[in-house]
């Protein structure tokens, strides 16, 4: 007879369970011996206990519920196996270390029988560099490859983790931008990427904006064929994917889009020239990515100083231009190394 408790837990749409899973695990609140149920449409993860307002807010979840969960045999943890608890990341199939280890080839073997669907382990040897953003990586344990399959808020992505950029922990903020892109269901709207990646913004978008043409844009080509495969392996036929740097293509878009992804976190500010002259001549919408520090601050405060910022920079960038710029949202999206944050921010450009 199987152990069955009442739990609090959190009832999500299935498309964001593995974002809603992982944000939960990195707050310490999911239950993890407790076995997670779905249903046709929704996912239902066990807590330690009911979150608090300010909790919901934060991890953006809108429905609370109680309910039975199996209590699964407790797991040994990594550090019962091997003493530490190692930091890293999951892509698809490969888990990829990202601080440095002693006795890696242990750690790797012990991430492989804790978690069976991880194939290769591997660890970073160089941060995301370049102008294509991407990192050179070790295999340590497991499969010799470093391409994987990654799916997220219901779409696929291809991709080789050392030749392409990608973060798994962007899966939220790609899925607020395509639900605000997917918002009214008659309006067609033209949306350019203008540093696309393997379109894992792109993709998401077009799929949930199905009356929306996208068109993603990247310099690196082996981004540029993963993102050709992702569209096919996604069914989704209103994106085309073009192999450029976007300097040199886009005049090809003059006064052509509603909205405008601009993920190139460091130097984003640096291409609003060729956005601006992308929007549509009524204007349209602008989600900039940037990335900034605060050191001299007590550290609740830190987050709300990066965000003030890059609201600056955006600001002072856009000044020499003679447009109307008003901030809708600005936000953090993720840590980006201690002290920094990068802060994303959706903006209307009137021109
Ligand atoms: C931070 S990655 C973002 C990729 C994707 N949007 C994502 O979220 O996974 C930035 C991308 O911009 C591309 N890139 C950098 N400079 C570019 C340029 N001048 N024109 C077009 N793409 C560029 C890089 O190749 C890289 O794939």
Same mark, same amino acid.
């Given at each position: 007879m199987? *152990?069955?408790?009442p739990?609090?837990c959190v009832?999500a749409?299935k498309r964001r369970?593995?974002?809603i ?8 609140? $999911?239950?993890?011996d407790a076995?997670?149920?779905? *249903?046709?449409n ?6 330690i206990?009911?979150?608090?307002e300010?909790e919901?807010?934060?991890?953006d =979840?809108a429905?609370?519920s109680?309910k039975?969960f199996?209590l699964?045999?407790p797991?040994?943890t990594i550090?019962?196996l091997?003493g530490?608890k190692p930091? %890293?990341?999951?892509? &698809?199939?490969?888990?990829v270390?990202t601080d440095d280890?002693?006795n890696?080839?242990?750690v790797?073997?012990a991430?492989m029988s804790?978690?069976k669907?991880?194939?290769v382990?591997?660890? #970073? ?5 370049g102008?294509?953003?991407?990192r050179q990586l070790?295999?340590i344990?497991?499969e010799h490859r470093?391409?994987t399959?990654h799916?997220?808020?219901?779409c696929r992505?291809? $991709?080789?983790l050392e030749?392409?950029? %990608?973060?798994?922990?962007l899966a939220?903020?790609?899925? #607020?931008?395509?639900s605000?892109?997917a918002q009214?269901k *008659?309006e067609k709207?033209?949306v350019?990427?203008?540093f696309?990646g393997? &379109?894992? %913004?792109? !993709?998401q978008i077009a799929?949930?904006?199905?009356q ?6 990247d310099i690196?080509? =082996?981004? =540029?064929r993963y993102?050709r495969e992702?569209?096919?392996?996604? &069914?989704?036929?209103n994106i085309?994917? !073009?192999e ?5 293509v886009?005049r ?10 601009? *993920?190139?976190p460091k130097?984003?500010y640096?291409?609003l020239?060729e ?6 001549p ?15 601050v007590?550290?609740?405060?830190r987050?709300g100083?990066? !965000?003030d ?7 002072a960038s856009i000044?020499k231009h003679e447009?109307?710029l008003?901030i ?5 999206v ?5 002290y920094?944050?990068i =802060? ?8």
């Open positions: 199987k *152990n069955r408790e739990l609090p009832k749409d369970g593995e974002e899973r992982i944000a939960l695990k990195d707050h310490k609140l $999911l239950k993890t076995k997670i149920t779905t *249903n046709h929704f996912i239902y993860l066990p807590l206990r009911a979150l608090t300010h919901q807010r934060e991890l =979840v429905e609370l109680t039975e199996e699964l045999e797991r040994r550090e019962e091997v530490l930091s %890293f990341e999951i892509v &698809g199939d490969i888990a270390l280890v002693a890696e080839q242990l790797a073997q991430i804790l978690h669907s991880i194939k382990v591997a660890k #970073r040897i160089s941060p995301v560099e102008v294509f953003r991407s070790k295999v344990a497991g470093t391409e399959m799916k997220e808020n219901g992505y291809k $991709l080789d030749q392409v950029y %990608f973060n798994p922990r939220r903020e790609r899925d #607020r931008v395509a605000l892109a009214d *008659n709207e033209e350019i990427d203008m696309a393997v &379109g894992s %913004f792109a !993709i799929k949930l904006a199905p929306s043409h996208v068109t993603a844009i690196n080509p =082996v981004a =540029v993102l992702n569209i096919k392996l996604n &069914g989704v036929s085309e994917a !073009i450029s740097d976007i300097k040199e886009y090809a878009f003059t006064d052509r889009a509603d909205r405008i992804i601009m *993920n190139l130097s984003a640096l291409f020239e956005a601006l002259s992308m929007l549509k009524e204007g349209g919408i602008i989600h900039f990515y940037d990335v900034e520090s605060a050191y001299d007590s550290a609740e405060n987050v100083v990066a !965000i910022k890059a609201k600056e920079k955006l600001t000044k447009v109307q008003e809708l949202d600005a936000r953090k993720k840590v980006y190394a201690p920094a944050y =802060v994303g921010i959706d903006a209307m450009i009137r021109k």
